[in-house]
């Protein structure tokens, strides 16, 4: 079956310009979450979305924001891009219900949005 | 706030030795997840673990969880270069999808 597909795989932004990154899920996974990675922060949790309902959320500014629509599609927004938003942005899909009750096969990763703020 | 440390954070071993990269975090969670990323690419899931005493292997590498001690650990056996990568292990808690990673292992095996 299909994996997790982001979109576009490289984007490079000058500072202030806003950005924004697609995430389509495994089929039938209707939880989405989303990861920053950088050399010195490591891999931080920005947010998850179950049923177009954001669940939990990270510690980022409010320039960071998200959506997901009724297919599970995901999307992640960045407004006024700084430097320090150059990173390796993941999204993961997981089998996990509405009730709490998590996936017993954890979560898919994609392949990454590698976006560079210039 | 849940914390999760790994260690070492960096490993050279010779091809055919033995050994153990430790992952410890901070409050309840019932399961652990360990990832591989090779440079440049995306997380690949190696194991998840879902309860205490949990053990799994996959071909060299072999990952098991004590909940109560709060410590996983990933054991590479007879290590090839093909293992070289970074590890990374992650838990997430109850009622939650959010994952916490470790700040990961990076591995390298030489001949």
């Known amino acids: 079956k299909a994996g997790v597909t982001q979109t576009p795989r490289y984007l490079i932004k000058t500072r202030g310009q806003q950005v924004t990154l697609s995430c389509s899920p495994i089929s039938g996974h209707r939880s989405v979450s989303w990861y920053q990675q950088t050399p010195g922060q490591g891999l931080q949790f920005l947010f998850e979305y179950f049923s177009e309902t954001q669940r939990n959320k990270g510690n980022f500014p409010g320039r960071f924001s998200g959506r997901q629509f009724s297919n599970s599609r995901s999307e992640m927004n960045v407004s006024t891009l700084e430097l320090g938003d150059s990173a390796l942005y993941l999204c993961a899909s997981s089998a996990s219900s509405g009730t709490g009750v998590r996936s017993l096969y954890g979560y898919t990763f994609g392949s990454g949005t590698r976006l560079t703020v210039v | 706030e849940l914390k999760v440390e790994q260690n070492p954070l960096f490993l050279s071993m010779q091809e055919g030795k033995n050994y153990t990269i430790y992952c410890n975090y901070s409050?309840?969670?019932?399961?652990l997840y360990w990832y591989r990323q090779d440079p440049g690419k995306s997380l690949e899931s190696l194991f998840v673990l879902l309860s205490n005493g949990a053990v799994k292997q996959e071909g060299r590498l072999m990952a098991s969880l004590d909940t109560k001690a709060r410590l996983s650990t990933l054991h590479i056996t007879a290590a090839v270069h093909d293992l070289s990568a970074t590890y990374f292990c992650?838990?997430?808690?109850?009622?939650?999808?959010?994952?916490?990673f470790g700040t990961g292992t990076r591995l390298q095996v030489f001949p």
């Open positions: 992650a838990v997430d808690t109850y009622n939650t999808d959010k994952l916490i």
């Open positions: 409050t309840t969670s019932d399961r």
